[in-house]
């Protein structure tokens, strides 16, 4: 039987380039890692918590925006004026719920202005400092966030859109 040339030089030739492809992966793999990921630290809890239900000027609008469907209670003020530096929010965490809040005051364009620690149930925290001293008039969002304890997996979180009120 007579050989063809050809065939018996292209199975070693893919053979080899096989084994390349495979080596440039491995390393890949290996030697690509420089990245790592950032390990989750979770947030401490608000220092300045109170426990109970707080007594709330009612001219800072102290609501309880529940809704069906929503994995939590809290209550805040729709009102927010400022105290100094401070903007007064009343975060309370109802003490039926069995997640911890957080809350996070953000301009309008979403970047963090201020933030409390977690909040556990049956307590509350009277205001958030803020990097700075906003005017009656500026708009502001106060986002919400639930977190399951123990895990800190989301429990969700909701936005209100307000704006810093006048004096208290």
């Known amino acids: 039987m007579k050989k063809n040339p050809k065939t018996n030089k292209t199975v070693p030739v893919l053979c080899g380039v096989l084994a ?13 890692r420089k990245h790592k990921t950032a390990e989750f630290a979770p947030p401490p809890f608000d ?19 529940y809704r069906d469907g929503m994995g939590y209670r809290f209550s805040v003020c729709g009102n927010v004026v400022m105290e100094g530096s401070n903007a007064a929010v009343y975060l309370t965490n109802p003490a039926e719920n069995e997640v911890w809040l957080k809350l996070r005051v953000l301009d309008e364009n979403d970047n963090i202005l201020g933030e409390t620690g977690l909040i556990r ?4 925290v009277k205001d958030v400092a803020l990097t700075e001293n906003l005017t009656a008039g500026t708009k502001i969002k106060l986002k919400i966030m639930g977190y399951e304890p123990e895990t800190y997996f989301s429990a969700g979180s909701a936005t209100l859109n307000t704006a810093i009120g006048g004096a208290s």
């Open 20 to 32: 390349i492809a495979l080596a440039v992966m491995a390393a890949a793999l290996v030697f690509g």
């Open 47 to 65: 220092a300045t918590a109170v426990a109970g239900v707080p007594e709330v000027p009612e001219n800072l609008g102290y609501i309880s925006p």
């Open 121 to 124: 149930p049956g307590e509350y």
